[in-house]
């Protein structure tokens, strides 16, 4: 295995190159199919197998920024991505993003003041309020509030209730338009403030905020799901340039690590991206809400780690999330695989 | 060039010119950056390179990066067409149901 070994400069050490495209494949898979960036898996993998955590973030980014390229790109063919969206939220989500990254820099000097961890604290807390609770409330749609609609739809007579989203879509000042996403009309103000909280979620985390976005496009927004999907990895792609230049300004990208991440990503990706056009939108919520869950179970044992003092629960912390993100791409795999084979048996069938 | 016309573009503009550069500047802070510098003693080649652009010009070394990753990406994309297509495996638009 040494064989695979490559040096890397800037990180001044030898990693094993199959190593960085098996976790970039990982991660490409999961990426092309929930419209993710994927920093939540990948950080805590190369934390695991010994790469230098100041330089993580930025080549994460880096890789993120040509991954996306490649998913948008299939996702864009698919007829997945709203353009006329995409470039819209950055409105709401730029400014969020730089007021949450103030409010973290803000809780910092007042930890170093105090020589209390109140980043730590308030990032892991508030990860864990977010993806346990995302998570359990997608779980909530799909087994019980899914089937209400249903049940409703058959029953004769039946009054169409509004939902949220009609009644978000209610508000028309400054209304827009989004034909693509089968949106007649929104307030732009509603746009603004969902992706200005999505935004401040990213800057406060650290993360690109895919894993919050996407569901605030479905839920919030009322994008289908497909179509969310591939419009958040426009969006990861926008913001993906922007962190892949300001860490790299920073000196915390290793540019040889986040080429050969790119290339297992980028097949990785292939295999996510048409895997969607197999599995239904309320499958997709699904697997999403498991993948967020045990995120969540893994920042729990991160900050039972900071409470505690157990390294045994760090790591743990570490292969929760990298088991999960295995398996979660084995299941996709497998479902692509099984729904292609039927689809080119019916074609065969003359179907 | 007609009202609408700038309309149309104007988010374009926004985020290029006033958005993304006003965040970059906002963004940078001096807790942020990583003041490393790489022993190059050992190095040759484009690695050296990269290392030196890296350790005496930051701004520089960024936009390597960036341009790098996007054209990448942006190769790698293409070529998947080309070979998906040849195979017979092209995606065309879906439907979308939930």
């Not at chain 1, 993806?131 to 359990?136: D, R, T």
């Not at chain 1, 958040?232 to 300004?249: N, P, R, T």
Request: aromatic share 12%; with cysteine.
């Amino acid at each position: 295995m040494d064989m695979f070994n490559v040096y890397l400069p800037i990180a001044q050490m030898e990693f094993n190159v199959l190593l960085l495209m098996a976790i970039g494949f990982c991660v490409g898979v999961l990426g092309g199919f929930f419209g993710v960036g994927g920093a939540w898996i990948v950080t805590p993998a190369l934390n695991i197998f010994g790469f230098p955590m100041p330089l993580a973030i930025g080549t994460d980014f880096a890789h993120i920024f040509g991954k996306s390229i490649v998913a948008t790109r299939k996702h864009g063919k698919m007829g997945n991505v709203d353009w006329k969206l995409g470039i819209t939220t950055m409105v709401g989500t730029v400014p969020g993003v730089w007021i949450g990254a103030q409010l973290i820099m803000y809780l910092d000097k007042l930890g170093k003041q105090s020589g209390q961890d109140i980043v730590g604290s308030s990032v892991r807390w508030t990860y864990i309020i977010m993806l346990l609770g995302l998570g359990i409330f997608m779980s909530y749609d799909y087994f019980v509030l899914r089937k209400k609609k249903e049940a409703k739809k058959l029953q004769p007579g039946a009054v169409h209730e509004k939902s949220l989203i009609d009644k978000i879509r209610a508000w028309k000042f400054l209304a827009i338009s989004y034909p693509k996403s089968n949106i007649e009309s929104i307030s732009i103000l509603i746009v603004f403030a969902v992706f200005f909280f999505c935004g401040f979620i990213s800057g406060f985390l650290g993360v690109g905020g895919g894993f919050i976005r996407m569901p605030s496009l479905v839920y919030l927004i009322g994008v289908p799901t497909a179509l969310a999907v591939g419009t958040d990895l426009f969006i990861v792609m926008l913001d993906g340039a922007y962190g892949c230049f300001l860490y790299s300004f920073y000196g915390r990208t290793e540019l040889l690590a986040a080429v050969f991440m790119l290339f297992g990503a980028s097949i990785g990706a292939q295999i996510g991206v048409t895997a969607v056009k197999y599995i239904r939108g309320y499958g997709i919520r699904l697997l999403f809400a498991i993948m967020v869950f045990f995120a969540g179970i893994s920042v729990v044992l991160k900050q039972m780690d900071s409470i505690m003092n157990s390294p045994g629960l760090k790591t743990a912390s570490g292969w929760v999330i990298m088991g999960s993100a295995s398996v979660m791409c084995l299941i996709i795999i497998i479902r692509l695989i099984v729904s292609a084979r039927k689809e080119i048996q019916q074609k065969k069938a003359g179907l | 060039m007609k009202f609408n016309d700038i309309k149309s573009i104007l988010p374009w503009i926004i985020i290029l010119f006033v958005l993304f550069p006003l965040s970059f500047f906002l963004g940078v802070e001096k807790e942020g950056l990583l003041n490393v510098r790489v022993d190059t003693s050992d190095l040759e080649g484009i690695r050296l390179w990269l290392t030196n652009l890296y350790n005496d010009h930051r701004f520089l070394f960024a936009v390597v990066v960036t341009l790098t990753m996007a054209t990448v990406g942006i190769t790698i994309a293409f070529l998947t067409d080309i070979i998906l297509k040849v195979l017979g495996l092209e995606v065309s638009k879906i439907q979308h149901h939930e």
